[in-house]
């Protein structure tokens, strides 16, 4: 079953960057578009894989009707994907704009854990 907020909703925008390169200046100027908020460092790769081991023990993962990997690893993929665009979208909402973007130089680590979790999600380098 498919989430339709989810289809619908924006692909989310990471910046990755190393530390100490410019990059809080540009997460800045990113958050004065009239579209695209950009919160301090959230550390989302990092929250996602956590979440990604929680859900897998304690919800979609151990309920999951199949015993295919892949299809457990994506049935926590999204569960993980909600839960993060939930809050993300929520504190979009509140700043008037509807696109999100993340900007963690610890980030760099975690480019596998985002890109299964967003498979859709812009970066800018």
Do not use: Q
Not at 95 to 110: I, M, S
């Amino acid at each position: 079953m498919t989430d339709t907020r989810l289809s619908e909703s924006p692909a989310p925008i990471f910046i990755l960057s190393c530390e100490r390169s410019g990059s809080t200046l540009l997460r800045y100027i990113i958050d004065t578009h009239p579209e695209i908020c950009s919160p301090g460092e959230l550390h989302l790769g990092h929250l996602c894989e956590d979440l990604g081991h929680a859900v897998d023990l304690l919800s979609v993962g151990e309920v999951a009707e199949t015993t295919n990997t892949d299809d457990r690893l994506r049935s926590v993929n999204a569960e993980v994907r909600r839960m993060v665009t939930d809050l993300m979208s929520t504190y979009a909402r509140s700043k008037g704009k509807r696109l999100w973007c993340e900007k963690t130089p610890r980030n760099l680590g975690y480019l596998d854990v985002l890109d299964s979790v967003f498979p859709d999600a812009k970066y800018i380098c």
